[in-house]
């Protein structure tokens, strides 16, 4: 076992050893979904359906890079801990991180006052998935990596759609 992977299993051992949060953790890891749809009614409520339809096609792109990137990386999962609920597939990227930290990325702009809030929320989604038992740190790591890196991608689309007219808002309104 090399270093990093030996650190990889004693971080998820040392994370997952923290019963008294499995309701907590548990609860964040399950309702992300919940707190998906609550950021799209927001979002159309607030700045229409240009937004909102970005912000869906960041999450379409988000959810199908961590399912096709799965079978690539065909990392399995955990074995062997405390386990609060199971899961299948392969364990690397981890989809929940890429997913919040490509919402977190995409929402900073927009977030306001609540920017940090908008952080803590996928920090706390991505550490949840070890904390339960699902996910190694490195699975986490990398898709909050990716996460970010999609996000980004989506910023660019955005500006790059409100700089040829396709869309009829601006970043600097939305703020």
Not at 68 to 73: D, I, N, Q, S
Not at 103 to 111: D, G, K, Q, V
Not at 126 to 136: A, E, T
Request: aromatic letters at 20%; hydrophobic letters at 55%.
């Amino acid at each position: 076992m090399s270093i990093y992977s030996q650190f990889d299993y004693y971080a998820l051992i040392f994370l997952n050893s923290f019963s008294f949060l499995d309701p907590f953790m548990l609860f964040v890891s399950l309702k992300f979904d919940y707190f998906i749809f609550l950021i799209i009614a927001v979002l159309y409520y607030y700045n229409g359906r240009e937004q909102t339809i970005l912000f869906l096609a960041l999450l379409v792109s988000a959810w199908a890079l961590a399912l096709a990137l799965k079978p690539v990386f065909e990392v399995p999962r955990p074995e062997d801990i405390r386990f609060v609920t199971c899961t299948t597939g392969y364990s690397m990227p981890s989809g929940h991180s890429l997913m919040s930290f490509a919402l977190a990325t995409f929402l900073h702009p927009r977030a306001g006052k609540y920017k940090l809030l908008v952080w803590a929320f996928a920090i706390t989604v991505s550490l949840s998935r070890i904390f339960i038992g699902v996910h190694y740190p490195s699975d986490v790591i990398v898709g909050a990596f990716i996460g970010l890196l999609v996000g980004f991608f989506w910023i660019c689309v955005e500006k790059m759609l409100i700089k040829y007219g396709l869309f009829g808002y601006s970043l600097e309104k939305a703020r």
